[in-house]
């Protein structure tokens, strides 16, 4: 039976139980399935979307391939230069016809196989680039060194066998989302047990995520730390917070932290969250209550801090990455009242008196329409009446979702520590991405507005989709949630369409 | 096993009886919906010219030939697709000829057919029946209004490279679709995609549309298993 611990697998060669059998034996059989149906559906994108037509995947594939011919990730520069190795393959895959150009379809012919596979042969020197040191050289190494396992297992193939283990890699981390998706909703909406699968499996059909899981891609391993945070933030809301969950949180968050600077973004509501539990079990504001909050945020920031050592001492880099990248401010100068308007607009549209920084509503047309669809290098969409369209399915979830939360109105006000963390988290995410936008408009007059870049919410898109199916009341409840995995996979199933249709047809 | 187990029990099999209709009910209409996408008419592509169309390069009249050197167009294409902007007249005519090493392969003169915005489909009187490499030029008949002017939509280029208005070389090159012969659904095209699909991987082969297919479908499984069974 799911949720019971199955003892029969989880002794060591030592005789005790193996901490990771343990835990794995833990692992609810329909959180496993839900997983499974994520891994198998990124897989699927893996294959659909033509090599390196995920968005910056040729530069993740750089950093990567840079961290194992040299030993030490890259050094941020002032432009991209990919290794001979990977112009080659770029060149073979005609990447730079397919790049933007909807009209132009991938390799359909023989003799263009013929000339892939020659120009792939190749092969061509794999130590001479730069690991993408504009766009990713200042980021953090984890995703990379994950990707360096896959890179190194297919170093005797072609630049294609090497993509494709690195992608099944990505996949395997969209599993592990979605079972972090569903472990939290387990802990944050223990008493609507049927719903935890329409959120999970919400999830795992979702078109983006599934797309950007099938590539190269950091972000991948952000998602699935960021689903492992707020699950192990639910636990400790729900169950008490001990050092072992403490370093867990700290280890989850730290994971983020090495994974990509988004996670910055996390970290107010993460240390909100911390706070309000160590003074819950104190009951008290005193310092006790800090010990544990302390524990979790050192253990999170202890690779940080190593990562910098090594930055100043052997890699040669600058000690903290973030003052090299895109987000580095200096040279702009921000002003705090046009950015909180740009921030305010990048969401939800200027209010009056506000200088415009863009056209239409962004809630509508770059949040609410990528989320539907925005494949390739974003220029892939449906057609307008299809996002139109969407419209509807989503405020019919949202409004059924409101409806659940108000009627648990009193059970709500019970949590409300918990509410504020998970608030804090979205607004932290939502006004980092905002911000990192708003210095990318300044330095380059480009927005940097992706809805991928929200999938650390992940979790909380997954909790909404339960909650819709309890406000349908309880003997609709089965139906509506049911309509839901339903809806996720026909939107998933012909966004597939879509993208075979912009390459292939 | 008492009242309250018996009554658990009833709720969670009416539950589970709801679940299960309800998917087979959204599963039949997803497969539905997916086979009346699938019976429209496909986009049919054999090539494009690579162009991506990013400027209006020159704009022509009634009674000019846009001629276009270098282009590859495959066998079994049966008509042209160019993009004129401001072509919206439906009596507009268009000639076409494509030629090899200076000698004529085909030819038609035809009303074109109008796929919106100045997107212009001309159809060939006979499908190819091998692959042209040579010239494809496009003549606007002066049938049409004199005043009508089309812009040609395109990328920028060398002159040396671009395409010749009336046997002038100007500096960018029109964008170029070639169709498949006839109509047909995605079903009837459906086999070209599959093994389209099968090109570009790390490995070759209908495997590839297969084992995509294969993988979405068992991952819809593995949902919908879940879905029913409900177990926590």
Redo the contacts between chains.
């Keep these: ?3 019971r611990p199955r003892r029969a697998l989880t002794r060591s060669r030592w005789g005790g139980p193996s901490p990771l059998r343990a835990a794995l034996a833990r692992i ?3 959180a496993a ?2 997983a ?6 990124a ?2 994108w893996s ?2 979307v ?2 390196f037509q995920v968005p910056d995947e040729p530069v993740h594939y750089a950093y990567t391939e840079y961290l194992v011919q040299h030993g030490k990730p890259p050094k941020a520069g002032p432009r991209d230069r990919l290794s001979s190795s990977e112009q080659h393959a770029l060149a073979a ?2 990447f730079r ?1 397919l790049l ?2 909807v ?8 003799p ?2 013929t000339r ?1 596979r020659a120009l792939l042969d190749a092969g061509g020197r794999r130590a001479d680039g730069n690991g993408g040191a504009y766009a990713t050289g200042s980021e953090p190494p984890l995703f990379y060194a994950l990707q360096a396992v896959p890179y190194a297992l297919a170093s005797g ?2 630049v ?2 090497r ?2 283990l690195m992608r099944l890699c990505s996949a395997l981390l969209a599993g592990a989302t979605v079972l972090f998706v569903f472990l939290f909703l ?1 802990e944050a909406l223990p008493a609507v ?2 719903a ?3 959120g999970a ?1 919400g999830v ?2 979702a078109p983006m995520f599934a797309f950007m899981s099938g590539g190269v891609n950091s972000d991948a391993l952000l998602y699935a730390a960021s689903a492992a945070l707020f699950y192990l933030l639910a636990r400790a809301f729900r169950r008490g917070l001990d050092a072992r969950l403490a370093v867990a949180v700290g280890a989850a968050l730290g994971a983020a932290l090495m994974t990509k600077y988004n996670a910055l973004g996390l970290l107010p509501g993460t240390a909100i969250a911390l706070l309000l539990i160590g003074v819950h079990q104190q009951h008290a504001w005193r310092m006790r209550a800090l010990a544990l909050p302390a524990l979790a945020l050192g253990v999170a920031t202890a690779p940080v801090a190593l990562e910098m050592a090594l930055n100043a001492t052997v890699w040669d880099r600058p000690v903290v990455g973030a003052t090299a990248s895109g987000f580095d401010a200096t040279a702009v100068h921000p002003a705090i009242g046009e950015m909180l308007s740009y921030v305010w607009q990048f969401y939800l549209g200027p209010l009056p008196g506000m200088t415009r920084h863009f056209v239409g509503v962004p809630l509508r047309y770059l949040w609410i329409h990528g989320f539907v669809g925005s494949f390739g290098w974003a220029e892939t969409t449906f057609r307008p009446a299809v996002n139109d369209a969407a419209l509807v399915p989503l405020a019919a979830i949202a409004l059924l979702a409101v409806r659940t939360l108000i009627a648990s109105g009193r059970r709500l006000r019970a949590r409300r520590g918990e509410l504020l963390a998970y608030a804090v988290l979205v607004l932290g995410l939502m006004c980092f991405v905002a911000v990192a936008s708003y210095i990318s408009y300044l330095r380059y007059q480009a927005s940097i507005a992706q809805v991928r870049y929200l999938f650390p919410l992940l979790p909380l898109y997954g909790a909404g989709l339960a909650l819709a199916a309890r406000g349908a009341g309880r003997q609709l409840a ?2 509506v ?3 839901i ?3 996720a ?2 939107h998933n ?2 966004s ?2 879509l993208v ?2 912009r390459y ?2 | 096993m008492d009242a309250s187990t018996d009554t658990r029990d009833e709720l969670l099999h009416a ?2 009886r ?2 299960a209709v ?2 087979a009910v ?2 039949a ?2 497969a539905a ?2 086979a009346a ?1 699938l019976s429209h008419a ?4 054999t ?2 010219n ?1 162009v ?2 990013t400027v209006a390069f020159a704009a022509v009249g009634p009674g000019t030939t846009i001629c276009q050197r270098g282009e590859r167009i ?1 066998s079994g294409t049966g008509a042209i697709r160019v993009t004129l902007e401001g072509a919206r007249g439906a009596a507009t005519r268009f000639s076409l000829t494509l030629s090899e090493r200076g000698a004529i392969v085909a030819s038609s003169r035809t009303v074109a057919g109008q796929e919106g915005a100045g997107i212009v489909r001309i159809p060939l009187a006979q499908p190819l029946r091998r692959e042209v490499t040579g010239s494809v030029c496009v003549g606007v008949l002066p049938d049409g209004s004199p005043a009508a002017q089309y812009r040609l939509l395109g990328a920028p280029s060398d002159l040396a490279d671009g395409t010749r208005v009336d046997g002038a070389p100007v500096a960018g090159r029109l ?1 170029l ?1 070639f169709l498949a012969a006839g109509g047909g659904s ?1 079903w009837s ?1 459906a086999p ?2 599959a093994r ?2 099968g ?4 490995w ?1 082969g209908p495997t ?1 549309a297969l ?2 297919l294969a ?2 479908l ?3 499984a ?2 919908a ?3 029913v069974r ?3």
């Design positions: 039976m799911a949720g609810p059989s329909a399935v839900c499974l149906a994520a891994l198998l559906n897989l699927a294959i659909v033509p090599a895959l005609r016809r933007f150009g009209g132009n379809g991938a390799i359909w012919t023989a263009e196989q892939m193939g072609t294609l066998d993509l494709t387990r047990p049927e935890w699968t329409v499996l795992a059909f089965p139906i949630g049911t309509a995995v339903v809806l996979i026909a199933v012909f597939q369409l075979i249709a292939y047809a | 539950s589970r709801r679940r309800t998917l959204g599963l209409l997803l919906a997916l996408t496909a986009k049919r592509r090539a494009t690579d991506i169309t495959p964008r679709e995605w095209f070209t995609v389209r699909m090109l570009g991987h790390a070759s590839v084992l995509a993988l979405t068992t991952s819809i593995a949902g298993w879940q879905v409900g177990e926590r």
